[in-house]
Nanobody, 122 residues
Framework: VQLQASGGGSVQAGGSLRLSCVAS????????MGWFRQAPGKEREFVAASGWRDDITYYADSVKGRFTISGDNATNTVYLQMNSLTPEDTAVYYC????????????????WGQGTKVTVSS
């Protein structure tokens, strides 16, 4: 599975960005797509994840109510709509994929995109 993330950029606090991640290659019967982020000097952390064929979605508490993960089956694309951004959201954002249940730990995701940088200024 190849994942290509895009959509990062610089925005002021309170602004919005939408990240995209296009998946290609091997297909899963029950794929889960996730977004993670890593800020400078910090460990990679979970942001959001959703089952591609089931109605299960998880969000980190820090983004709940501000971020929305969604998918487009026709184009094999998963999105992360990010609203009300704060400087604490500054990080490199990674999309990831796994076969099976929706999990929030990065160690369970076998496939990763290259990352897209999001910078939020105050």
């Amino acid at each position: 599975v190849q994942l290509q993330a895009s959509g990062g950029g610089s925005v002021q606090a309170g602004g919005s960005l939408r990240l995209s991640c296009v998946a290609s290659g091997r297909t899963f019967r029950r794929p889960t797509m996730g977004w993670f982020r890593q800020a400078p000097g910090k460990e990679r952390e979970f942001v959001a994840a959703s089952g591609w064929r089931d109605d299960i979605t998880y969000y980190a508490d820090s983004v709940k109510g501000r971020f929305t993960i969604s998918g487009d089956n026709a184009t094999n694309t998963v999105y992360l709509q990010m609203n009300s951004l704060t400087p604490e959201d500054t990080a490199v954002y990674y999309c990831a994929a796994r076969q099976g249940a929706v999990l929030t730990s990065a160690r369970y995701y076998a496939y990763w995109g290259q990352g897209t940088k999001v910078t939020v200024s105050s």
